[in-house]
């Protein structure tokens, strides 16, 4: 007996239900793409509150029909598997494509088709659009703060500077390898210090010395995150093995510390060190605000680092300690050969999470008079010749921060994949 | 023949409350070949544990080649490195290639050359019949090669003494002969082992002694022909009625 189902396909006849289910699907977005982007309401001669259901329910009976186990139909059988396993999934199908159909004409015409890039001052946004003429204007500062205009290639080749010291890893001959990890923790950053030094803050070799609280905007936060990324990594690592010593000392100072900086709130750390710390330095001791910021935020991270860490080190199983101890290694070797790389090698996407927490954390050093790229915002957001465009301040600054978090986060995979040699 | 090259003497050892090795005494002399076998649970592994003092021992004295072992020895991985162990989940480092997984611990702990450690690695890697996998990662390999890489990595260190804490439990059967033709050859060429086991076979083979453990106490230790022949205590039958 066959049950007469006019909804239901079987493989005789799947040919004809799925071109006519896409059919159905394909009037569906028509109407509601004309709704949202030409205005027309194609379903008018229908009453009320069906208009608005009917590309829903029309859509709905299209999936319905295109929907069998297997049918041999590549295409189809990927969207039957992926967008359209049964009634409650096709219906989040078409509601998450209708709202981006509707959300489409609005975002683009504010974002591209009706805003203003071209003149220098607020008259030229006379639009209903964003006014990226704004970003326009203000986007040296936004990328080098405060810092005069004539010495931005300064903060420029600083940064050349640096980022090519970072590749000598690459190019090191085999017989030097063995120091990369020196290189790394110690020399590197002591030379990356000293180019910024010298090169942005200034002050002899004939550069015009300029101070801290000039520096700012995406420049800024470069200089605090590059800082606080490789210093608190080595020390996040002290701090988990500390925690896992036999001695007692280490043991409990590493867990006071650890549990000390995941207590306090970033934010008090960064008043602390801004107002409070000088306090309690000798009078004739002077340690710039900014260095005092990268510091607070370096020690804050490093606890952070080192759960991540010690959770790394807590995966690996005991006979890997067992079997570097019965080589006669020591507690340094053995961790240093052993247990180390491969429970670095664990932690990658956590230590990756970390890091870019600390990147995306990074505009709270507005609260102490540092302005990043988001604390540039603020001030340019209440300047009085520029007042009312905050939304494509936060705009710019959202999609700047994606960027370099996603390339982070792009890179922690490849280190991911890269290192991985077993399993 | 000379000083025993291992000597423990009325040890014991808990694991917090419990007991588990309870006067302990045994000697053995170089060059000997020792099996120890028992049921799970008896302490066999927790004894050649101590021996290298991956587990400590509470009560009683352990000396290896002449130095004690007790939380005053200072220089307990100098006395490590001259005992090799082989264990039972092979505990290779997986981030390492197979040479240098066998190269590692020279090259760092005995400051032997590269190139030197190298060609020893691959000789050992030989005398197992994998130095064709050199390169490969232990994950890569099967079980029985892993072990048998394992046997190579300790042979590096050119131990005084060995330690096989059930090298063959975790393998198939077809590999368990692979294996223990490796340390059928070892045993062969003169060197000291002891060698917690159930694999009689081997025992009969090449063991001088059988020592069969018992909760915590060595029951019986005898020459193994004796050991099998006429073992003395009921226990001993029991489990050998049970595991032949």
């Known amino acids: ?96 494509l209708f709202s981006i159909i509707k959300a489409l004409p609005q975002s683009l015409s504010w974002m591209i088709l009706d805003a203003t890039i071209s003149g220098d001052s607020k008259d030229a946004c006379t639009g209903t659009g964003a006014c990226w003429t704004y970003i326009k204007v203000w986007f040296r500062r936004f990328m080098y703060g405060m810092y005069p205009n004539e010495f931005h290639w300064r903060i420029n080749t600083a940064f050349i500077l640096v980022i090519a010291l970072g590749f000598v890893g690459y190019f090191m001959k085999e017989n ?41 905007g995406l420049s800024l936060t470069f200089i605090v995150s590059f800082f606080c990324l490789i210093f608190c990594f080595p020390l996040g690592m002290i701090f988990a093995l500390g925690r896992r010593s036999n001695l007692p000392v280490i043991k409990y100072i590493s867990i006071c510390y650890i549990e000390f900086w995941r207590g306090v709130p970033l934010i008090t750390v960064l008043f602390m060190s801004s107002v409070m710390f000088p306090m309690f330095l000798p009078e004739d001791f002077f340690m710039d605000k900014l260095v005092r910021v990268i510091i607070a935020i370096t020690l804050f991270e490093a606890a952070y680092c080192a759960e991540v860490i010690r959770g790394g080190l807590q995966s690996l199983p005991r006979g890997q300690y067992d079997a570097a101890k019965s080589l006669g290694m020591g507690y340094w070797k053995m961790h240093i050969f052993v247990i180390l790389p491969q429970a670095l090698k664990l932690v990658i996407p956590g230590i990756a999470n970390t890091f870019l927490a600390l990147v995306k954390d990074t505009p709270l050093i507005f609260v102490v008079g540092l302005a990043e790229l988001a604390g540039m915002l603020a001030l340019a957001k209440t300047n009085p010749k520029w007042l009312g465009f905050a939304m494509e301040g936060y705009i710019f600054a959202s999609i700047v921060f994606w960027i370099i978090c996603y390339a982070m986060s792009k890179y922690s995979y490849n280190l991911e994949a890269k290192y991985k040699t077993e399993r | 023949m000379s000083d025993p090259i291992i000597k423990i003497q009325n040890m014991n050892k808990w694991f917090g409350d419990f007991q588990v090795l309870k006067n302990i005494n045994l000697e053995v002399e170089a060059n000997k070949k020792i099996v120890v076998c028992g049921p799970s649970g008896s302490g066999k592994s927790t004894l050649i544990r101590c021996i ?58 005995k400051k032997m050359p590269k190139k030197e450690a190298k060609e020893l690695a691959l000789d050992q890697l030989k005398k197992v019949q994998i130095d064709d996998q050199a390169n490969k990662f232990p994950g890569q390999l099967s079980g029985g090669q892993q072990q048998r890489c394992a046997i190579a990595r300790a042979l590096c260190m050119q131990p005084k003494i060995m330690l096989f804490d059930e090298p063959t439990s975790a393998l198939d059967p077809e590999m368990i002969k692979e294996v223990l033709d490796a340390m059928v050859s070892l045993a062969k060429g003169g060197m000291t082992m002891i060698v917690v086991t159930h694999e009689m076979g081997f025992a009969k083979e090449v063991a001088d002694e059988v020592i069969f453990m018992d909760e915590g106490m060595i029951i019986e230790k005898a020459v193994t022909k004796e050991f099998f022949a006429n073992p003395k205590s009921d226990r001993t039958k029991l489990f050998l009625s049970q595991i032949l």
């Open chain 1, 176 to 216: 030097l390898k063995k120091y990369l990890a020196l290189y790394y923790v110690i020399i590197y950053p002591v030379i990356a210090y000293l180019v910024i030094y010298y090169l942005i803050s200034g002050g002899s070799f004939g550069l015009q010395w300029v101070e801290t609280g000039a520096w700012g």
């Open chain 1, 1 to 96: 007996m066959q049950t007469f189902n006019l909804l239901k396909p079987n493989r005789d006849n799947i040919k004809n239900y799925s071109i006519f289910g896409s059919f159905l699907v394909l009037v569906s977005l028509i109407d509601v793409i004309s709704n949202a982007f030409l205005k027309i309401n194609l379903t008018s001669f229908l009453p009320g509150s069906l208009t608005t259901l009917f590309p829903l329910i029309i859509g709905l009976i299209g999936l319905n029909m295109m929907r069998i186990d297997y049918s041999g139909n590549k295409t189809l059988d990927l969207l039957n598997k992926n967008i359209n396993t049964n009634n409650f999934n096709a219906l989040l199908t078409l509601l998450i």
């Open chain 2, 52 to 109: 290298n003092r991956l587990e400590e021992h509470q009560e009683g004295d352990i000396i290896v080649d002449g130095n004690e072992l007790s939380e005053k020895t200072k220089d307990i991985e100098k006395i490590r490195a001259d005992v090799g162990m082989v264990f039972q989940q092979f505990n290779l480092f997986p981030h390492l290639s197979i040479l240098d997984n066998c190269t590692l611990a020279p090259i760092w702990v």
